[in-house]
């Protein structure tokens, strides 16, 4: 195509613009076109805007039922719990206590033996009939009231398995009914009130009267005849057997036949290393027989530095007593009180524990004592001189922050114990008056979540051992040994000693 050729269509088509727009019929048709062509575009959008709007919508109700109808969690969980990794960046709650049982965890298995009734309610009825309070049984037991004394652990851990299971606020145990059901069987004789029923024990003599008279021996005879009758006893032969003896003396005539089991005991000052170890039984605080003090923490009302009050004259171990005594008797701002247990001088023992810095616990005829207890619950700092004591709840409870420790032979040392409890500062006292204020919960057994749980949780950590020991008692051959062997644990062998 030529130059000239594009020049004349190009004046053409500039010539038809014109004249169309000069055009009003052209106009108008024009305008029909523009009119059109708008009504299309408009039917457009709405389309658009409608499908957005439905694509909202499917949107919305995707989230709904994917949140709240096919969510995997339940419908108690928190809405957080749909989202772990915000969790695992954000959390609102306080750390849990990893020695407090957790009311969603695994609890174990209680069945208590419905034993006769001379080995529970009887043993009360006995040591009131004893005392001139009851004339004979009675029938409604709910009237009974077990004496008050500082070795009732059997009463309450008894009492406790008695409640409704909604009563049982944060217990590491469950009653059972079925003993088919049960991890542990526990055996709730009140041993240690059967060993006290008689003011005077029988002197053996003989004599009409001696026959009617209350006998803990038979007693503990005649339980051990029962319980051998039982099937569950027999099944494992007592390694998932739980008995309570907290008096140190209590079933000493039968220990060796129940010694497979868990002993709840307050030390190990009368039972020997087969019989009895730290790994397998449980350490049990006495009850203490003072009032709880329920001030602050300070030493401006605390006037003594050191108070003792308690028989000054025992047996054994307890003799390191009467030298204390001769050692600190003069000492100024030191009070040292021979008094044996009566209503009156626990109200002067609760005077002196409250008004003094520290409390003085040598060792009985045994290495514990409820004196130890007392201290505890009096914010009173425990100086223990007893060398081979045993202290219940050591899991949970450092007793170095709490106690002061001394041997006996640097006890004995004139003039030693005064100059180390006088170098103590007071910021020093107020700490130890702080962690006692912490752990006395520990020790009172009428706590809802005191001494009780914590010695149902002492019982549930032997489960793992007890399980271990049926399983090797069943595979292993009958044998006879000239010495204990490896199951007997005992603490200690080193043979070390420590104070300050």
């Not at 049982?101 to 006995?126: A, C, Q």
């Not at 003896?245 to 190990?268: E, H, T, W």
């Not at 616990?361 to 425990?382: E, M």
């Not at 914590?454 to 040994?481: A, C, F, G, S, Y």
Request: aromatic share 10%; net charge positive.
């Amino acid at each position: 195509m030529t130059y000239h050729h594009h020049q004349h269509l190009h004046r053409k088509k500039t010539s038809a613009s014109t004249s169309a727009i000069r055009s009003p019929q052209l106009y108008h048709f024009n305008a029909g076109i523009t009119t059109v062509t708008m009504s299309k575009m408009g039917r457009k959008s709405l389309i658009l805007k409608r499908a957005l709007a439905a694509s909202f919508v499917l949107l919305a109700l995707y989230a709904f039922f994917n949140t709240f109808i096919l969510s995997p969690f339940s419908p108690n969980s928190s809405p957080d719990d749909a989202n772990p990794s915000l969790n695992s960046r954000i959390s609102f709650s306080e750390p849990e206590d990893p020695q407090r049982f957790h009311p969603n965890s695994k609890r174990v298995k209680v069945f208590m033996y419905d034993l006769p009734r001379k080995f529970t309610h009887g043993v009360i009825e006995s040591y009131a009939m004893a005392r001139g309070g009851l004339k004979g049984p009675v029938d409604d037991v709910s009237k009974l009231k077990y004496p008050g004394n500082q070795h009732p652990a059997e009463w309450y851990l008894f009492s406790d398995l008695m409640k409704d299971e909604k009563e049982r606020i944060g217990s590491p145990v469950v009653r059972v009914m079925d003993p088919e059901m049960a991890d542990l069987f526990y055996v709730p004789f009140f041993s240690s009130l059967s060993l006290v029923v008689n003011p005077i024990r029988p002197n053996g003599g003989g004599g009409g009267l001696e026959e009617n008279v209350y006998s803990d021996e038979e007693m503990q005879q005649s339980l051990i005849e029962w319980l051998e009758g039982q099937v569950y006893w027999k099944r494992n032969k007592g390694w998932d057997h739980v008995f309570i003896c907290q008096d140190p003396n209590a079933l000493y005539k039968v220990v060796d036949r129940i010694k497979n089991g868990v002993m709840l005991v307050s030390d190990f000052g009368r039972l020997r290393p087969d019989q009895a170890s730290l790994v397998k039984d449980v350490i049990l605080p006495y009850s203490h027989r003072i009032n709880t003090f329920n001030g602050n923490v300070g030493v401006e009302s605390r006037k003594s530095l050191l108070f003792f009050m308690g028989n000054r004259y025992r047996k054994e171990g307890g003799k390191i007593r009467d030298m204390l005594f001769q050692i600190l008797e003069n000492e100024q701002d030191v009070v040292m009180k021979h008094g044996a247990q009566s209503r009156e001088s626990r109200r002067a023992a609760t005077q002196g524990m409250h008004t003094s810095k520290f409390c003085l616990h040598p060792a009985g005829d045994t290495p514990s004592a409820c004196r130890l207890f007392d201290a505890i619950v009096s914010l009173c700092v425990p100086v223990i001189v007893s060398d081979h004591i045993e202290l219940p709840f050591e899991d949970v409870i450092d007793y170095r922050k709490i106690a002061i420790f001394v041997d006996s032979t640097a006890a004995l040392k004139q003039g030693f114990l005064i100059k180390l409890l006088r170098a103590v500062t007071i910021e020093r006292i107020l700490a130890y008056q702080q962690e006692l204020k912490k752990v006395k919960h520990y020790f009172e057994y009428e706590d809802p979540d005191g001494t009780v749980n914590e010695i149902w949780r002492q019982v549930t950590l032997k489960l793992p051992l007890i399980k271990l020991m049926i399983n090797r008692d069943n595979r292993l051959v009958k044998r006879d040994l000239s010495q204990p062997d490896c199951a007997c644990l005992c603490s200690n062998q080193s043979g070390i000693t420590n104070t300050l």
